[in-house]
């Protein structure tokens, strides 16, 4: 489709398709509102959302921490991907989504207690096997 400007148009299809999305949308955020346990998932999701955030605005020219803030950074725009997709109807993707959120969460909590331990004066221990 070709808009009076010229401009190619999005498809019906598609056009469809986000509108479903939004009613999708709507059914899960009434849903949520009944259940306590979702919007406690929420909740510890948005606090995971608000630490990534506060960790992207540590200054520093430390790269160990730069390299925490990246993953800080991808790890909230991850978690919002996984929402987005969730609310909308794409349970799948969300969930393998999220999967790598919290691997990442993981990853970024074990870079900052190293760096902890580092700049304390400790060192890292490992049991030999």
Same mark, same amino acid.
């Given at each position: 489709? $070709?808009? %009076?400007?010229?401009?190619?148009? $999005?498809?019906?299809?598609? +056009?469809?398709?986000?509108?479903?999305?939004?009613?999708?949308?709507? =059914?899960?955020? %009434?849903?949520?509102?009944?259940?306590?346990?979702?919007?406690?998932?929420?909740? +510890?999701?948005? !606090?995971?959302?608000?630490?990534?955030?506060?960790?992207?605005?540590?200054?520093?020219?430390?790269?160990?921490? =730069? +390299?925490?803030?990246?993953?800080?950074?991808?790890?909230?725009? !991850?978690?919002?991907?996984?929402?987005?997709?969730?609310?909308?109807?794409?349970?799948?993707?969300?969930?393998?989504? *999220?999967?790598?959120?919290? =691997?990442?969460?993981? *990853?970024? %909590? *074990?870079?900052?207690?190293?760096?902890?331990?580092?700049?304390?004066?400790?060192?890292?221990?490992? =049991?030999?096997?």
């Amino acid at each position: 489709m $070709i808009d %009076t400007q010229g401009r190619t148009d $999005i498809p019906d299809n598609l +056009v469809s398709l986000h509108g479903a999305e939004e009613q999708l949308r709507g =059914k899960a955020r %009434t849903l949520i509102a009944a259940d306590p346990r979702l919007q406690l998932h929420l909740a +510890v999701t948005e !606090a995971a959302m608000e630490l990534a955030d506060r960790l992207r605005q540590f200054d520093s020219n430390d790269e160990n921490l =730069k +390299v925490t803030v990246m993953l800080g950074m991808r790890t909230f725009n !991850a978690f919002a991907a996984s929402i987005k997709l969730a609310l909308s109807g794409y349970h799948q993707t969300a969930h393998s989504s *999220c999967a790598t959120c919290w =691997k990442r969460s993981f *990853c970024s %909590t *074990c870079s900052l207690a190293a760096q902890r331990s580092s700049s304390a004066g400790g060192s890292p221990t490992r =049991k030999r096997v």
